[in-house]
């Protein structure tokens, strides 16, 4: 048996403009696959930085010569369905609170490429608790706030990090999209959603235009449209923060409307509308379990939610959100385990933060699981990843350790 104490002949790699990848084997007392499969022992073999074996300890066979990492627990590195992290700073000042900008409520053209901090203190914080990607970018609160990316928690420069410089743009219908915030800002939810049809109806035409040959000499670029385009022709999902079951069935016309890729994200009052959302097969990234539920679109939120979701069909996976103060960022390891206690299995919570993200995010083929061919991102830990006093002792991107703090 293996000893119940991390065994690390390993240095920690350097923190640079990239990472090279790396050979190492991790061994681990219980070695959960996220698959649904478990070995106990088990063992992972990461070659060139992606996973070359996994399996029980007496059947796979590890080459000579490889670094070793001995763990009590390991898991495929978690995934963060959403996230502002990186745009958003652990400050909480306006120097590193680029999120969000309130100047325009229809500004798809933003890039969260554009403004993404590898080295923000927020990124290491969700890197040192076993979290290897993230879905980040411009949060909601306006209609339209501009574009998302997926990055890998590691790595100097953006280039280095980002796996994904587009994503989807983000959407906001509700409570946050309205009441002035900005200067165009509508004050009610019938405007907010007349705004949304008038510029997609723009982007089609734009789009006809395009498709034309009439845009280069009738008219200048507009990089908002195109952004919209692509949403159109199915490039792009529109992720749109949504809580209450009118906004949510709103969105759910506009999608059926424009015929756009849409995800639901926050979502509090999906257990209403479990029916409705399984036919029209759109994807949930729920909000944090534990968010703070105040305000009246937050009244019916369930810590019993991503369970019920899941057990429906439902594609979910949590996020770890937006906070407005400080720590300005949720880690979703804890908030997969608040749904052990309301009906979630362990393999339930583990799949919110893993493959259900990597699914979503359209990932899977690279993250969400330990399986031979995919990247070699693992969460390490010293018991049940989901037990209050466990700690994530470290965690390995692309078959490089990146940390070893335990936290």
Known sequence: MIFSRMIIVLSLAVFSAGLAAQNLVVVADTLHVGNGERHAPGVVVIEDGRVAAVGPADSVSIPEGMERIEVPVATPGLIDGRSVVGLAGAKNQPHDQDQLERSDAMQPELRAIDAYNPRERLVGWLREHGITTVHTGHGPGEIISGQTLIAKTTGGTVDAAVVEPV????????????RGHSRSSPGSRSKSVAMLRQQLIRADEYKAARDNGETSSNGPRDLGLEALVDVLDGKLPLVVEVHR???????????EEFGFRLILAGASDAHLLIDEISEAGVPVLIHPTMMR?????????????????????????????????VPKTRVVLFEAAMTLPYGASFDQALHLITMGPAEILGIADRVGSLEPGKDGDVALFDGDPFEYTTRVLGTVINGVRVSEVAR
């Open 167 to 178: 994503f989807a743009l983000s959407a906001t219908l509700g409570d946050a999209s309205t």
């Open 245 to 255: 079951h009118n906004d949510i069935m709103t969105a759910l016309r506009l999608a």
């Open 293 to 325: 539920g105040r305000g009246p679109e937050y009244q019916n939120f369930s810590f019993t939610t991503a369970a019920r979701l899941l057990d429906a069909g439902i594609p979910v996976a949590l996020q770890s959100g937006y906070e407005g103060y």
